[in-house]
Each structure stands twice: as structure tokens, then as C-alpha cells.
């Protein structure tokens, strides 16, 4: 009798793990992030390409290529990536149309570069 009642203890907790379990690892699935509409490299001292163009809720990535440190940061102060050091990324997700003007912060001798996002 009482060898059952530990059994059913041992059976009841290990229920009770696995539920809980099961809902720790739903609390860990993320919102599906949205794939990177485009990519820019920044390279050479250069955003390229200079222009992007994409839609509302598409993103866009930017890579350091260099041995210097970099920013993406936008003019109105949309995004900022900080500084990125060689190989780093900065992901954005733009939810606003218009047309984004943005540079290096660390280099203001770098051309500005555009990113136009339509509906
Ligand atoms: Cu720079």
C-alpha cells in the first residue's frame, strides 16, 4: 500500500514535470522575426549599395566589412546601430514608410546612404 502511494507520487511529479516543461518551453518561442529584406554592407568606408529600397515590415541588416568601427545611424534618429566593429551586424525592422537618410557617426567624411520603404 504504501509502495503505491509512492509510485503514484513518483508518477504525479513526473506529470507535473513535463507539464511544466512543456509550458517553459513555449515561454521561450520568439516572435517569428522578420527576414532581412536586404543587406548592406559597410565596407571601404561606403554603405553599399547607397540606396535600398523595401517594404513596410521588412528589415534590413547591416554588416561591418572593416577593420574601423562603424554606425548606421539614421538622421532623424530612426535607428542607431552603435558602433559596429569588424564582422558585427545591425538588424532593423522598418514599420513606417518614407525615406530614411543615414550615415556613420564616427565618420563624417563617409556618404550619407538612403533607405526608401514603400507600402
Ligand atoms: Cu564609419
Same mark, same amino acid.
Given at each position: 500500500?504504501?509502495?503505491?502511494?509512492?509510485?503514484?507520487?513518483?508518477?504525479?511529479?513526473?506529470?507535473?514535470?513535463?507539464?511544466?516543461?512543456?509550458?517553459?518551453?513555449?515561454?521561450?518561442? =520568439?516572435?517569428?522575426? +522578420?527576414?532581412?529584406?536586404? %543587406?548592406?554592407?559597410?565596407? @571601404? $568606408?561606403? &554603405?553599399?549599395? *547607397?540606396?535600398?529600397?523595401?517594404?513596410?515590415?521588412?528589415?534590413?541588416?547591416?554588416?561591418?566589412?572593416?577593420?574601423?568601427?562603424?554606425?548606421?545611424?539614421?538622421?532623424? =534618429?530612426?535607428?542607431? +546601430?552603435?558602433?559596429?566593429? %569588424?564582422?558585427?551586424?545591425? @538588424? $532593423?525592422? &522598418?514599420?513606417? *514608410?518614407?525615406?530614411?537618410?543615414?550615415?556613420?557617426?564616427?565618420?563624417?567624411?563617409?556618404?550619407?546612404?538612403?533607405?526608401?520603404?514603400?507600402?
Amino acid at each position: 500500500m504504501k509502495r503505491n502511494f509512492v509510485y503514484l507520487s513518483l508518477i504525479v511529479l513526473a506529470g507535473l514535470s513535463l507539464i511544466y516543461s512543456c509550458s517553459s518551453n513555449k515561454a521561450k518561442v =520568439n516572435p517569428t522575426p +522578420s527576414t532581412p529584406a536586404a %543587406t548592406v554592407a559597410i565596407q @571601404n $568606408f561606403a &554603405f553599399v549599395p *547607397a540606396t535600398v529600397n523595401i517594404k513596410v515590415g521588412n528589415s534590413i541588416t547591416w554588416t561591418n566589412m572593416d577593420t574601423a568601427p562603424h554606425t548606421a545611424t539614421d538622421l532623424a =534618429n530612426a535607428f542607431d +546601430s552603435g558602433s559596429l566593429t %569588424t564582422g558585427k551586424t545591425f @538588424n $532593423f525592422t &522598418f514599420n513606417t *514608410a518614407g525615406t530614411y537618410t543615414y550615415h556613420c557617426l564616427i565618420h563624417s567624411m563617409m556618404k550619407t546612404a538612403t533607405v526608401v520603404v514603400t507600402n
